[in-house]
């Protein structure tokens, strides 16, 4: 897992670490030594812990015009014992909503396994973005992870699933990605009955 490196191939346009409206701002990493770690398994430093010890996650774009975010997680998202939604909600997501933030694109494809808890935490994340006819979107899972999600609450309040789980996203800008999300957000809702 530690060869697993966040994507970088944006960081000419953008970098957490030097972005003051980031929760990451003035994050110092060692690149030589190993500090993180997902159970027994030692992760990259550019990898930022948000309070879990399962999950780490990266930001690696933001737009404060268009108002939208990119993160790629990486671990075992466990909402049932460690809650991992609360340290993404609370240390991350609550620190970005101030400052114009309210479409929200979670890279999952390095989420090896997901436990369900309660659903409070995705529910207040989707009702802070309703006014402002954001969303939030997980892309790219592999498919226990989806078939895991999909047996949850939390399909009321995420998008996830269908064309969100095809997307080509690596080589291309971050602005096509968005169009990619909100296609296929609009092609998930067209399939619903009553559309």
Known sequence: MHDIEPYYQWRDNYIASEDQYSPFYQQEYNEFQFTNAIYNYYIHPQWDFIGSGTLYMKIIFTDYDLGYSIFEMIG?????????????KRNIVDHMLPKGIFKYIV???????????????????HEDLVEEEGFIAFVNMLDHVLAEMRSTRIRD???????????????????????????????????????
């Open 76 to 88: 075992e998202w466990n909402d049932c014992v460690t809650d991992d939604i609360m340290y993404l």
């Open 107 to 125: 890279i999952c494809e390095n989420v090896l396994n997901f436990h369900a808890g309660d659903e409070d935490y995705y529910q207040e994340w």
């Open 157 to 195: 309040y995420v998008n996830f699933g269908g064309p969100l789980n095809e997307i080509v996203w690596r080589g291309g800008k971050p602005s096509r990605l968005l169009n990619q999300v909100e296609i296929g957000i609009a092609n998930s809702l067209k399939e619903l009955p009553g559309w």
